[in-house]
């Protein structure tokens, strides 16, 4: 994954709500729980002209996150159908451990 789009999916991980970090967190824990590894190993970033959306694949154990831009910052929102949206492109990119150490 380019290191910019690697940029991205941190930001959008580390700036998210509480409440999804808990949603998060909860699938790193079942990843642990069947393999003993406290990661997501596989990272989608799709972008959209309307924003970008994260997914995040582990075994037996998903994340998704979707965030549109607001004047600069992340506006965290439920994913739009995918009729209503214009994909630019996609990228995929394997994750370890460290990209997850904040979600201790």
């Known amino acids: 994954m380019k290191s910019w789009n690697r940029d991205i999916v941190a930001a959008m991980l580390h700036e998210?709500?509480?409440t999804k970090k808990t949603v998060l967190v909860k699938a790193l824990q079942?990843?642990?729980t069947l393999t003993s590894s406290w990661?997501?190993?596989s990272c989608t970033l799709t972008v959209y002209k309307e924003?970008?959306?994260v997914q995040l694949d582990g075994t037996r154990s998903s994340f998704?996150?979707?965030a549109k831009d607001n004047d600069g910052e992340f506006e965290f929102i439920r994913k739009p159908?995918?009729?209503?949206?214009h994909?630019?492109?996609d990228e995929w990119q394997s994750m370890n451990?460290?990209?997850f150490t904040e979600f201790c």
Request: aromatic share 12%; hydrophobic share 40%.
């Open 16 to 18: 998210m709500p509480e």
């Open 30 to 32: 079942r990843n642990l």
């Open 39 to 41: 990661v997501l190993s």
């Open 51 to 53: 924003g970008w959306l």
């Open 64 to 66: 998704s996150v979707f």
């Open 81 to 85: 159908n995918e009729n209503k949206l």
């Open 87 to 89: 994909k630019l492109y």
């Open 97 to 99: 451990e460290s990209d």
